[in-house]
Nanobody, 122 residues
Framework: VLLVESGGGWVQAGGSMRLSCAGS????????MAWFRQVQGKERGFVSC???????YYADYVKGQFVISQDNAKNAVDLQMNSLKPEDTAVYYC?????????????????WGQGTQVTVSS
């Protein structure tokens, strides 16, 4: 089972970036899929989740700024990030859990990608 993130890189503040997470080895259509982010020296924090009946959830600090979407045909989940700020700089991780219910706790996620660096310059 593999999750692979792509789309990270460098962007100026105010710009946009789209992250993608492609799954292989099993179908993730029955999972809750989420994005987390981590800054060095800090705990991994919840960003967004798509769960039961495609309901979406967002951390307060990205509401109205990020959009999560899942494509079951591609076994993938994307994160569209708009109006990026320097404080959005982090390594972004894709994760899935074998229950279709929302959770913001990284301990509830079984499968993880390797992470992709997003750097937003001021």
């Amino acid at each position: 089972v593999l999750l692979v993130e792509s789309g990270g890189g460098w962007v100026q503040a105010g710009g946009s970036m789209r992250l993608s997470c492609a799954g292989s080895g099993r179908s993730f259509s029955g999972d809750a899929m989420a994005w987390f982010r981590q800054v060095q020296g800090k705990e991994r924090g919840f960003v967004s989740c798509v769960a039961w009946i495609s309901r979406t959830y967002y951390a307060d600090y990205v509401k109205g700024q990020f959009v999560i979407s899942q494509d079951n045909a591609k076994n993938a989940v994307d994160l569209q990030m708009n109006s990026l700020k320097p404080e959005d700089t982090a390594v972004y991780y894709c994760a899935s859990r074998e229950r279709r219910y929302y959770s913001s706790n990284p301990k509830n996620y079984k499968f993880w990608g390797q992470g992709t660096q997003v750097t937003v310059s001021s």
